[in-house]
């Protein structure tokens, strides 16, 4: 999945609002509005450990903790919550960011009432469907394009 790693959050300033963290750009802490994962993070176990942007995930920040796991920045899966994103925070994990937020919880028991009313979808097509978005994709390239959708391919998925 394609990542950037956020280095020094100074560096490579453009002009105005936006600024360029290895190639991806993100607002300046002039219209910064707090927590924030790049200007002022807010207080959980990982705000000082080395930040990626998943570009796969929406522009998600990760914090990478000291075993190399990758861990959803709280106030990043906030803002993505907020805009809708109902997935951000549901990441593996290996309990350094020592919490198990209630929105997992709420996540998890959404995702569960859908399946119980819409028993005919298996699992991935359950969760393509409850997520919203066109694919889930578990692969460490996109598809190309002309590659269809196996969902409903008789006997495919048995």
């Known amino acids: 999945m394609a990542s950037h790693t956020a280095r020094g ?29 790049f200007h002022a993070p807010s207080d959980h176990p990982l705000k000082d450990a080395p930040m990626r942007i998943r570009l796969a995930k929406e522009g998600l920040v990760e914090r990478i903790c000291e075993h190399g796991v990758g861990h959803d920045d709280p106030d990043s899966v906030a803002y993505m919550q907020a805009q809708g994103h109902t997935w951000a925070g549901i990441h593996g994990c290996d309990g350094c960011c020592e919490t198990v937020s209630p929105s ?13 009313h819409h028993p005919d979808e298996r699992f991935w097509q359950a969760l393509r469907n409850w997520s919203g978005y066109p694919f889930v994709i578990v692969s460490d390239k996109l598809p190309e394009d002309g590659q269809i959708d196996t969902f409903y391919w008789r006997g495919k998925n048995k």
């Open 9 to 37: 959050i100074g560096d490579n300033l453009s002009e105005g609002n936006e600024m360029t963290i290895d190639g991806v750009t993100v607002h300046t802490e002039r219209v910064c509005v707090p927590p924030c994962p």
């Open 104 to 116: 997992r919880n709420d996540i998890l028991d959404d995702f569960v009432l859908y399946c119980l």
